[in-house]
């Protein structure tokens, strides 16, 4: 791909895609909630939103689920976001969760709180009466979501069942559902990583600067560098570093993979991202504990 | 998103072949010798082949996502798949072609443009290869693709690749299908897939790569054909915007301007569009595929699953109507039976009066002994609505023309319709 040129008409495509089910997902459901996590995607999504409301604002909340830990940034950039474009803003804590003994925080170093936002997001779902979530996952991140649908159903114990998914065909779009069931909604499930950059450049779209390169103090393990926190245990044989990366996903600090990068300018990520011969995903020490470890997460009701 | 060239940058395409005739590892050929499969991808998948106990990498891994494929070596759904070139994003519907072949593969080409067919050259055409060309035909896909696939196990003859061919133009006398391309292939070694394959010189034609990136799918903008549901109604009553009422959706088929009659439907009202709104961007008109908002000169009431049009074609307003139905529920079809019928945006009860012809589509002959029909039957029905809607023939318009019924006690999506006139 060294001869990789910006191919950007089928960005258009893809965002009208987009909008189209946006607009759906407003349409078709009572009390939808857009989840909000102050990565990348997730921002795209409430841009994506701007655009398929205009000039009314978006027309559903911003839904948060709060690991607790988090880098300092996201976090304002996510009150600031909501302020500017005068969005409902929902916050939910896992630290909540595991207060009320509903989720149990792991052990040991790779402990991580990513798993445990599952049972706050149902929670959150139950409490807000929400009918519909909607996500920026995107089936190119991992071979379970490849199989995901636009509106995916979600039982009444907020369960996925990849095998008996509803067919989805030309843009009919059936959300339909008894009591105590809910869909999650993915506008962006056609977009790659790289889509979702170039998109990022060509709307100008303000992003967090982690994204951008900055010194942090870091530690490799297993092959990742990991962006380190105060409450990260460390193996006898790592190392915390001050270097030049970047964050190529965000989301819970203890299993977001940073990249060693200089890359200042969305056209030097582009041509990074371009290059890269590493699925973003394969920064995330969640999805390497099993082969499995995404379908299973997913069928439980993970996002 | 101003200044987009008109062309076509995304092509959509879906994969049919019976169970070994190699459409996975084909997938992964065209993954990998486009270099659009990442390091960790290829590790893990490196990895799972070793343990398996296999010598070379099993390029199919990659396309199965579920615990249960990769444990049984199959594929449950239609997974779907992303890869770019220089000139264009591909996303392939990969659907299998054994279990509940009909509803995967009819689900996978509803949203493409090219079905990609599999033949295995040792086999030729068999009942299989008719059923997916005629599905693809059905589905109106605006190419077909045949790849006569493991060609290294028939020496890379010509002359049977030849009798393929023969096979292959008998079968769409039967068929009809518009734009036919036929390639021989060897997905295992890459013959013709991405590279001119060194085996195949006698074939002049271009690989399957070259011809995906180069076939025309673009629409004739046609603004006679433009199409309009309305998905939602967009009031913000802000001080800014105390007056605007616009109707957001996204145009199917044809092209609009500003000032265009148009007549609303079911109303039958009609009116001029005003202005068509893009985020803040004035645009004077919109092409099919867009997501837009239109604002019009006079205020009429309007909801979603109303349909604009130009007023100088309008669909038919039909209370009954014939579809090519695809059926995709275990549950068989209930003649008499009520269901919730899907058109566009707009929703309304049906009743399924009367199976016209129940077509087998092994053989593409009638099947007159029976009209009970099951799951991945297909057939010609006659549906009735409790209010007209507005349809035209599928081949016309993909949108206004398709419909899908959903069970009323379960929700669950039991069938796909082509309106025929």
Same mark, same amino acid.
């Given at each position: 791909?060294?001869?990789?040129?910006?191919?950007?008409?089928?960005?258009?495509?893809?965002? #009208?895609?987009?909008?189209?089910?946006?607009?759906?997902?407003?349409?078709?459901?009572?009390?939808?909630?857009?989840?909000?996590?102050?990565?990348?995607? !997730?921002?795209?999504?409430?841009?994506?939103?701007?655009?398929?409301?205009?000039?009314?604002?978006?027309?559903?909340?911003?839904?948060?689920?709060?690991?607790?830990?988090?880098?300092?940034?996201?976090?304002?950039?996510?009150?600031?976001?909501?302020?500017?474009?005068?969005?409902?803003?929902?916050?939910?804590?896992?630290?909540?969760?595991?207060?009320?003994?509903?989720?149990?925080?792991?052990?040991?170093?790779?402990?991580?709180?990513?798993?445990?936002?599952?049972?706050?997001?149902?929670?959150?779902?139950? #409490?807000?009466?929400?009918?519909?979530?909607?996500?920026?996952?995107?089936?190119?991140?991992?071979?379970?979501?490849?199989?995901?649908?636009?509106?995916?159903?979600?039982?009444?114990?907020?369960?996925?069942?990849?095998?008996?998914?509803?067919?989805?065909?030309?843009?009919?779009?059936?959300?339909?559902?008894?009591?105590?069931?809910?869909?999650?909604?993915?506008?962006?499930?056609?977009?790659?990583?790289?889509?979702?950059?170039?998109?990022?450049?060509?709307?100008?779209?303000?992003?967090?600067?982690?994204?951008?390169?900055?010194?942090?103090?870091?530690?490799?393990?297993?092959?990742?560098?990991?962006?380190?926190?105060?409450?990260?245990?460390?193996?006898?044989?790592?190392?915390?570093?001050?270097?030049?990366?970047?964050?190529?996903?965000?989301?819970?600090?203890?299993?977001?993979?940073?990249?060693? !990068?200089?890359?200042?300018?969305?056209?030097?990520?582009?041509?990074?991202?371009?290059?890269?011969?590493?699925?973003?995903?394969?920064?995330?020490?969640?999805?390497?504990?099993?082969?499995?470890?995404?379908?299973?997460?997913?069928?439980?009701?993970?996002? | 998103?101003?200044?987009?060239?008109?062309?076509?940058?995304?092509?959509?395409?879906?994969?049919?072949?019976?169970?070994?005739?190699?459409?996975?590892?084909?997938?992964?050929?065209?993954?990998?010798?486009?270099?659009?499969?990442?390091?960790?991808?290829?590790?893990?998948?490196?990895?799972?082949?070793?343990?398996?106990?296999?010598?070379?990498?099993?390029?199919?891994?990659?396309?199965?996502?579920?615990?249960?494929?990769?444990?049984?070596?199959?594929?449950?759904?239609?997974?779907?798949?992303?890869?770019?070139?220089?000139?264009?994003?591909?996303?392939?519907?990969?659907?299998?072609?054994?279990?509940?072949?009909?509803?995967?593969?009819?689900?996978?080409?509803?949203?493409?443009?090219?079905?990609?067919?599999?033949?295995?050259?040792?086999?030729?055409?068999?009942?299989?290869?008719?059923?997916?060309?005629?599905?693809?035909?059905?589905?109106?896909?605006?190419?077909?693709?045949?790849?006569?696939?493991?060609?290294?196990?028939?020496?890379?003859?010509?002359?049977?690749?030849?009798?393929?061919?023969?096979?292959?133009?008998?079968?769409?006398?039967?068929? *009809?299908?518009?734009?036919?391309?036929?390639?021989?292939?060897?997905?295992?070694? *890459?013959?013709?897939?991405?590279?001119?394959?060194?085996?195949?010189?006698?074939?002049?034609?271009?690989?399957?790569?070259?011809?995906?990136?180069?076939?025309?799918?673009?629409?004739?903008?046609?603004?006679?054909?433009?199409?309009?549901?309305?998905?939602?109604?967009?009031?913000?009553?802000?001080?800014?915007?105390?007056?605007?009422?616009?109707?957001?959706?996204?145009?199917?088929? *044809?092209?609009?301007?500003?000032?265009?009659?148009?007549?609303?439907?079911?109303?039958?009202?009609?009116?001029?569009?005003? !202005?068509?709104?893009?985020?803040?961007?004035?645009?004077?008109?919109?092409?099919?595929?867009?997501?837009?908002?239109?604002?019009?000169?006079?205020?009429?009431?309007?909801?979603?699953?109303?349909?604009?049009?130009?007023?100088?074609?309008?669909?038919?307003?039909?209370?009954?109507?014939?579809?090519?139905?695809?059926?995709?529920?275990?549950?068989?079809?209930?003649?008499?039976?009520?269901?919730?019928?899907?058109?566009?945006?707009?929703?309304?009860?049906?009743?399924?009066?009367?199976?016209?012809?129940?077509?087998?589509?092994?053989?593409?002959?009638?099947?007159?002994?029976?009209?009970?029909?099951?799951?991945?039957?297909?057939?010609?029905?006659?549906?009735?609505?409790?209010?007209?809607?507005?349809?035209?023939?599928?081949?016309?318009?993909?949108?206004?023309?398709?419909?899908?019924?959903?069970?009323?006690?379960?929700?669950?999506?039991?069938?796909?319709?082509?309106?025929?006139?």
């Amino acid at each position: 791909m060294s001869d990789f040129k910006i191919n950007t008409n089928h960005l258009k495509l893809l965002e #009208d895609e987009a909008i189209f089910i946006m607009r759906e997902i407003a349409a078709q459901f009572e009390k939808p909630a857009l989840l909000f996590s102050g990565g990348k995607d !997730s921002i795209v999504l409430v841009h994506l939103a701007r655009k398929a409301f205009w000039p009314a604002k978006i027309p559903f909340p911003l839904m948060h689920i709060d690991t607790g830990h988090n880098f300092d940034e996201t976090i304002e950039f996510r009150d600031n976001l909501a302020k500017e474009f005068g969005c409902e803003l929902i916050v939910k804590y896992v630290q909540d969760s595991i207060n009320q003994g509903k989720a149990i925080e792991e052990k040991g170093v790779n402990a991580s709180r990513n798993k445990l936002q599952t049972v706050t997001l149902l929670d959150a779902i139950e #409490d807000e009466k929400l009918d519909c979530a909607i996500g920026g996952g995107r089936r190119d991140e991992e071979k379970a979501r490849a199989k995901e649908r636009f509106f995916s159903h979600r039982d009444d114990f907020g369960q996925w069942d990849p095998k008996n998914q509803r067919p989805e065909l030309w843009n009919i779009f059936n959300g339909r559902k008894n009591m105590g069931e809910h869909f999650r909604a993915f506008p962006i499930s056609n977009w790659t990583e790289l889509d979702v950059w170039q998109y990022i450049m060509y709307e100008k779209i303000k992003l967090p600067s982690l994204y951008y390169t900055h010194k942090r103090k870091v530690f490799e393990r297993d092959g990742t560098w990991l962006a380190w926190a105060p409450f990260m245990e460390l193996k006898p044989t790592e190392t915390v570093q001050n270097l030049d990366v970047r964050c190529r996903t965000i989301g819970d600090i203890t299993c977001t993979g940073v990249t060693l !990068s200089t890359a200042n300018t969305l056209d030097e990520i582009v041509a990074e991202i371009a290059a890269s011969r590493i699925t973003e995903r394969g920064g995330r020490a969640d999805d390497k504990r099993s082969e499995a470890a995404m379908e299973d997460r997913k069928k439980e009701g993970y996002f | 998103m101003e200044n987009i060239k008109p062309e076509i940058g995304l092509l959509r395409f879906t994969t049919a072949g019976s169970v070994d005739d190699g459409k996975s590892t084909l997938i992964g050929r065209l993954l990998y010798d486009s270099k659009s499969i990442f390091e960790d991808q290829l590790d893990n998948i490196t990895e799972t082949s070793k343990r398996k106990g296999n010598d070379e990498v099993d390029l199919s891994l990659l396309t199965d996502g579920l615990r249960a494929e990769r444990e049984q070596g199959i594929t449950i759904d239609v997974a779907y798949r992303y890869f770019s070139t220089p000139n264009r994003k591909f996303i392939i519907a990969d659907t299998p072609g054994h279990i509940q072949y009909t509803r995967n593969m009819v689900t996978g080409a509803s949203t493409a443009d090219v079905a990609v067919i599999l033949i295995d050259a040792r086999n030729g055409v068999i009942e299989q290869s008719i059923r997916h060309t005629f599905i693809a035909s059905l589905l109106d896909m605006k190419h077909i693709i045949f790849c006569v696939n493991k060609m290294d196990l028939v020496d890379f003859s010509q002359a049977r690749f030849d009798e393929i061919n023969k096979e292959i133009r008998e079968l769409l006398e039967k068929v *009809g299908a518009k734009n036919i391309h036929i390639i021989p292939i060897s997905a295992k070694f *890459g013959d013709n897939v991405v590279d001119k394959s060194e085996n195949l010189k006698w074939f002049n034609g271009s690989t399957l790569l070259n011809l995906l990136e180069t076939v025309r799918i673009a629409d004739d903008y046609n603004s006679k054909y433009a199409r309009f549901p309305v998905q939602y109604v967009i009031r913000p009553q802000s001080d800014d915007y105390h007056d605007f009422r616009g109707y957001a959706g996204r145009l199917a088929g *044809g092209k609009i301007f500003v000032g265009d009659k148009i007549t609303v439907l079911p109303s039958m009202l009609t009116s001029k569009i005003k !202005s068509i709104e893009d985020f803040g961007n004035e645009r004077y008109d919109a092409k099919s595929g867009d997501s837009i908002t239109i604002c019009l000169e006079d205020d009429i009431d309007i909801s979603r699953g109303n349909m604009i049009v130009p007023s100088e074609n309008l669909p038919d307003l039909a209370k009954e109507f014939n579809v090519m139905l695809c059926w995709f529920n275990e549950k068989p079809l209930q003649i008499k039976s009520k269901y919730i019928l899907r058109h566009s945006t707009n929703e309304v009860k049906s009743i399924l009066s009367e199976v016209n012809t129940k077509l087998n589509i092994n053989t593409l002959e009638e099947d007159t002994d029976k009209k009970e029909i099951k799951m991945n039957d297909i057939a010609n029905v006659t549906i009735k609505v409790a209010s007209p809607i507005f349809i035209d023939d599928y081949k016309l318009n993909h949108v206004s023309g398709s419909i899908i019924l959903i069970d009323e006690a379960t929700n669950e999506t039991v069938a796909a319709g082509m309106v025929v006139k």
